[in-house]
């Protein structure tokens, strides 16, 4: 069989037997707008923990990382991980529980409606809904993008003669790392079509379902992943063995936060608060059947960040290690070379699992980083479908003019408008999963003071909470435009940073920081000078 057969057959079993599970999950389906969209607010702890847990791993969390711990080392894993593990679960308890608490008392089921009624304005919903929009498809689009470079990398061999499949390096030679492999639009298109079906026919139930198993498959296989890789990579008799040798493998400047300065290291900790505002983390927490299933996705969140977070990072930390350092593996067969060229990090996983395991093995291992990707793109398409049905459409036409039928079949056509553009947006030419990951976090984490300020601040009024989201979206469109102006090899998008001149000393700082800054200051000047929100309304958020 051709190189890569084996690896695409068990792809398509795996697409096949999910896409069973989503049309299955339809047969529950109960006929109601607010079942296809909170699957009628029955989700218990078990669930949410791993919808939740599923929807916020992507191919930033899998794909990205491992590419940038290549690059920068294993102090990323402290940069994103180990904090986002903490503040999830502090957004989770800070912000869900309240936020599930008002969807229930109120009937909410999107993040724009509970804005809308609290801040009494009708304007700040049709000033978020573009700008939830516009943030989100950069995060569809991580997880597009990288889930064709995965088929594409694990496939490659398939079909080295067809000139659709051939690719080529920097050189201009076949690259190893993907040539004959089944072209990423191509993947990324069957992709989009396999959670399109499933979301489009199961709805929240269907969703929460898929993301169940897909994260147990992807946890599962992640750790067989970490195993078969150290034992390829360090050639040594005991497991141990290996990760000693490797460890010893990694260059000092990977050991340690040696690239990352300790200002930037702490201002990644902003990062993780974009959770607290992603509309399709907002829409799982409404899906919650108590207070209580918050119990459980807080307690071990952190700890299903570390499974799939610590093999990844040491994966990409190991490889620039022992491709930098040859004569540490001593005896054996040469390693598989890398792509020739500047790599793209965005297939260093998918290269190492193709090189170091063998194609059944390699198939499943490619499955399971695929369910990662899945588990996050398809709770995004569903709450856009959700947010422009419920928040647009009915809110303006009146929800007694459209029946829950065709409240139903908007929300679907949405969805699918949403899948079609994202997919059209993947064919342009990203280098880094990981550069637009942390972008699109940091627009919705310079929102983030807007919930936080509406759930627990009284003197929040409209116009401040307006001028905060202004604030924001226009710092992030400067800063990136900014970004954009600096050449790829001197940082570009990546690695930009703001230069601010205090005095005689020049400071750096991340985006994310200005926006947030810019946000905060924006909202609390504006809402001290402005009327107070009317006490019958700050009596139903406030007791």
Known sequence: MAPGSIQLVIILGYLALLLGLGLFSNRLFRGT????????????????????????????????????????????????ASSSGIVHSLCFFLVGVKVWSLARRHGYTTQIGFFRDRLDNDFVGLLLFPILVGLVVPYLLI??????????????????DWSMFQTVGA???????????????????????VVLIYVFYGGMRGTAWANTFQTTVFMILGVVTFVVIANKLGRQETFAENLRVL?????????????????????????????????????????????????????????????????????GAWTMGVYSNPELQPGGPPLPMLPSGVVDSNKVLPFLVKTHTGPILGGFLAAGILAAIMSSLDS?????????????????????????????????????????VTY????????????????????????????????????????????????????WLYLFYQGTQVPMDQGGLSGYMVRLSIGEQ?????????????????????????????????AKYFD
């Open 171 to 193: 050189d201009q030679a076949p690259d190893p790392a993907t040539n004959g492999g089944v072209p990423a639009w191509l993947g990324s298109l069957v992709i989009c079509l």
């Open 247 to 315: 460890g010893a493998a990694i260059p000092e400047s990977h050991a340690t936060r040696e690239q990352m300065s300790q200002s930037k290291f702490l201002m990644y900790l902003l990062i993780p608060l974009s959770v607290g505002m992603f509309p399709h983390v907002f829409q799982h927490w409404m899906t919650a059947k108590s207070g209580d299933s918050f119990k459980i996705p807080v307690v071990f969140h952190p700890l299903f960040i570390m499974i799939v977070w610590v093999p990844c990072i040491l994966v």
């Open 506 to 538: 020049s400071v750096e700082i991340m985006p994310v920081v200005v926006m947030t800054v810019c946000s905060t200051v924006a909202m609390i000047a504006i809402s001290s000078v402005t009327p107070k929100p009317r006490d019958e309304v700050l």
């Open 33 to 80: 707008k607010l079942d296809y969209q909170v699957a009628s607010h029955s989700i218990g702890p078990f669930l949410l923990l791993m919808s939740l847990f599923g929807t916020t791993m992507t191919a930033f969390a899998l794909v990205g990382s491992t590419g940038q711990s290549y690059r920068e080392g294993i102090g990323v894993y402290g940069m994103l």
């Open 424 to 475: 059209l947006l993947s064919l342009g030419n990203v280098r880094s999963v990981f550069a637009m990951g942390v972008w699109c976090f940091s627009g919705f984490t310079a929102l983030f003071p807007i919930v936080v300020a509406a759930l627990y601040w009284r003197g929040l009024t409209a116009a401040g909470a307006i001028c905060g989201i202004l604030a924001a979206i226009i710092s």
């Open 143 to 160: 997880g597009v993008i990288g889930s064709g470079a995965v088929i594409q990398a694990m496939t490659a061999g398939l079909a080295p």
């Open 380 to 420: 995004q398409f569903l709450c856009l479908g959700t947010i422009f049905n419920n928040d647009i459409v009915t809110h303006y036409l009146g929800k007694e003019k459209i029946s829950d039928e065709r409240q139903v079949l908007l929300t679907r056509l949405f969805i699918v408008a949403i899948v079609a």
